[in-house]
T-cell receptor, first 112, second 112 residues
Framework: GDSVTQMEGPVTLSEEAFLTINCTYT??????LFWYVQYPGEGLQLLLK?????DKGSNKGFEATYRKETTSFHLEKGSVQVSDSAVYFC???????????FGGGTRLMVKP | NAGVTQTPKFQVLKTGQSMTLQCAQD?????MSWYRQDPGMGLRLIHY???????DQGEVPNGYNVSRSTTEDFPLRLLSAAPSQTSVYFC???????????FGDGTRLSIL
């Protein structure tokens, strides 16, 4: 079945540091890929998405590129802020589009 | 615009008790789903619905029932609670296949 693997956290960075959170996936066909963010005590919010190979999703300074050749969708940000502290989830949507499969989540802590 | 509303926010049950977690959305979304979130495991799909009167099983459906009598509501029923069902439960909705999901704030459920 489909699966998503994320780097384990927590990831601790200083403010203005460069962020990379790795995500790789296994799926049949051509899934859509997503990054969701969860702030403390809240539900998940969509951060960005990509629906086909070589697409780049971007939002709030975060970027991720759909790499079919390496089955990856790594999340990057050039300069993190304390307010970016949260748990980040990589996910894929199956080909029928009915179900999301999530990775285990990566906690990011940004220190001033 | 309330989005996706889940009630209750917290609940403690004894083993063997039954209860219903409520989920309502006011965005006229056809797709709705229930996930459980456990530490280090991301979110796992319990049940989903592609429209009123239509439901299907996700990855971890055992011990849970759902129904979808209206577009707005998608309740999740625990038939006989077990300690293994201690988790945080999230309801989500979307406009259609491969579209971003909108999540509620979650219900934290403890089974003693």
């Amino acid at each position: 079945g489909d699966s998503v693997t994320q780097m384990e956290g927590p990831v601790t960075l200083s403010e203005e540091a460069f962020l990379t959170i790795n995500c790789t996936y296994t799926a049949t066909g051509y899934p859509s890929l997503f990054w969701y963010v969860q702030y403390p005590g809240e539900g998940l919010q969509l951060l960005l998405k990509a629906t086909k190979a070589d697409d780049k999703g971007s939002n709030k300074g975060f970027e991720a590129t759909y790499r079919k050749e390496t089955t990856s969708f790594h999340l990057e940000k050039g300069s993190v802020q304390v307010s970016d502290s949260a748990v980040y989830f990589c996910a894929l949507s199956d080909q029928a589009g009915n179900m999301l499969t999530f990775g285990g989540g990566t906690r990011l802590m940004v220190k001033p | 615009n309330a989005g996706v509303t889940q009630t209750p926010k917290f609940q403690v049950l004894k083993t063997g008790q039954s209860m219903t977690l409520q989920c309502a959305q006011d965005m006229n979304h056809e797709y709705m789903s229930w996930y459980r979130q456990d530490p280090g495991m991301g979110l796992r799909l319990i049940h989903y619905s592609v429209g009123a009167g239509i439901t299907d099983q996700g990855e971890v459906p055992n011990g849970y029932n759902v129904s979808r009598s209206t577009t707005e509501d998608f309740p999740l029923r625990l038939l006989s609670a077990a300690p293994s069902q201690t988790s945080v439960y999230f309801c989500a909705s979307s406009t259609g296949r491969n579209q971003p999901q909108h999540f509620g704030d979650g219900t934290r459920l403890s089974i003693l």
